[in-house]
Structure formats: C-alpha cells, structure tokens
C-alpha cells in the first residue's frame, strides 16, 4: 500500500509538472490532487526536490536506454531514427525537466551535475554514431565536420519540444514526428546520395 502511494505521487507530481510548471506546484497541491494530507506525503518525500530528484532517476534510465547504440554493429539511418524515437518520447514525458531547466538546476546541485552528466553522454554517443555512419561508408564528412553535426544534433534534440511548445504547436505526436524529420535533415549534407534518397523514403513514410 505504502508503495502504491509513493508511486501514485511521483505520477501525480509528473502529471502536474508538465502540465502547470513545476515552480508553480507545491507538494500540498499534490497533496489535494490526491486527496491525501499533507503529512502521508512528506512520510515518502522529504520536499519537492526530493520528488524531482525521484522522477529524474526514472527519466535518466529512460534517457540511458534510449541512447544505446546498436550492439555488435554499426549504425545505420534507422537505428538513428528509432533511437530519437525513443529519445524524443522520453524528453515529452519529462519535459518539465526541459521546460524548467534553470529554474530546477539553479538550485539543486545534485540534479545539475546528473544532468551534465546524460548530455555528456549524450554528447559521446551521438559523437560514436556519427563516426559509425562514417564507418560504415552512410555519410561522407571530415573529422571537424563529424563533430560539429555531432553536437547539432544534440542541441536539436535536446531543446525541439521546447521550441514546439513556444511555437504553439498542441499535438505530442506531429512535435515529435516533425522533430525527428529536422533531426535527420542535418544528416542530409553529408549522405551519399544511395544514403540521401533512403532518407527521403524514410520522411515521406513518417509523414504521410
């Protein structure tokens, strides 16, 4: 019972994060969300940032899962698109996290270094997939320009739901969809031209 009312709070408090912002919740609206005192909360929760700090170890597995790169082979275009997949999946149903980055690092240590850490990891496989897709004769690019369309597209992906959402876009499924498709576009420069016309077949199935 105990543990069903500490999940029931984390999926609470992750439902009304996203929702209304997190500097603007406090544990007793979550509280009254689910009907429980304010006491049975701090029983499983020291504060709120204990409840992030909660949620944000289930978001960095996700996020870690997500990244995993293809075992015992190189990547190919849609190993890349399954992952952002996945990833862009994770960074919507956390996106409090995004949307109220400063605002959550600003002042809790722990979580920034944790952060810091995923987009260093991130950082490194996204680095790893570009230098497979060179491997593996996909893409045809220089040292310096593997590395800078590396770190594009993490910047991308790591803030598009965020530019979807000031740009008004209310649907999750086309914010991802036409964040996936931006993605992979940065990759178009450097296809071979076998490469750049499975990518084409591969947005148009996406999108049509």
């Known amino acids: 019972m105990a543990r069903d009312t500490r999940q029931r709070i984390l999926d609470c408090s992750l439902a009304m994060f996203n929702a209304q912002g997190e500097p603007t919740v406090t544990t007793n609206h979550i509280a009254d969300e689910l009907e429980i005192s304010p006491g049975n909360l701090y029983y499983h929760f020291r504060n709120k940032d204990d409840i992030i700090e909660q949620l944000?170890?289930?978001?960095?597995?996700?996020?870690?899962?997500?990244?995993?790169?293809?075992?015992?082979?190189?990547?190919?275009?849609?190993?890349?698109?399954?992952?952002?997949?996945?990833?862009?999946?994770?960074?919507?149903?956390?996106?409090?996290?995004?949307?109220?980055?400063?605002?959550?690092?600003?002042?809790?240590?722990?979580?920034?270094?944790?952060?810091?850490?995923?987009?260093?990891?991130?950082?490194?496989?996204?680095h790893t997939v570009m230098r497979g897709l060179s491997q593996a004769d996909v893409i045809r690019a220089?040292?310096?320009?593997?590395?800078?369309?590396?770190?594009?597209?993490?910047?991308?992906?790591?803030?598009?739901?965020?530019?979807?959402?000031?740009?008004?876009?209310?649907?999750e499924q086309a914010a991802i969809r036409s964040g996936i498709v931006q993605v992979m576009m940065l990759l178009s420069p450097f296809l071979r031209d076998a490469e750049r016309v499975h990518l084409n077949q591969l947005i148009r199935a996406y999108t049509d």
């Open 56 to 126: 944000f170890a289930t978001y960095e597995q996700r996020m870690d899962e997500a990244l995993t790169p293809p075992d015992g082979r190189l990547p190919g275009l849609e190993d890349i698109w399954m992952q952002l997949h996945h990833v862009f999946e994770c960074i919507w149903d956390y996106r409090f996290l995004y949307r109220d980055l400063l605002e959550i690092l600003s002042r809790n240590r722990r979580l920034r270094i944790r952060f810091a850490r995923i987009l260093k990891r991130a950082d490194d496989r996204a």
């Open 142 to 171: 220089s040292a310096a320009e593997i590395d800078a369309a590396a770190t594009n597209l993490l910047v991308l992906a790591t803030f598009w739901l965020n530019y979807a959402t000031v740009r008004g876009d209310k649907d």
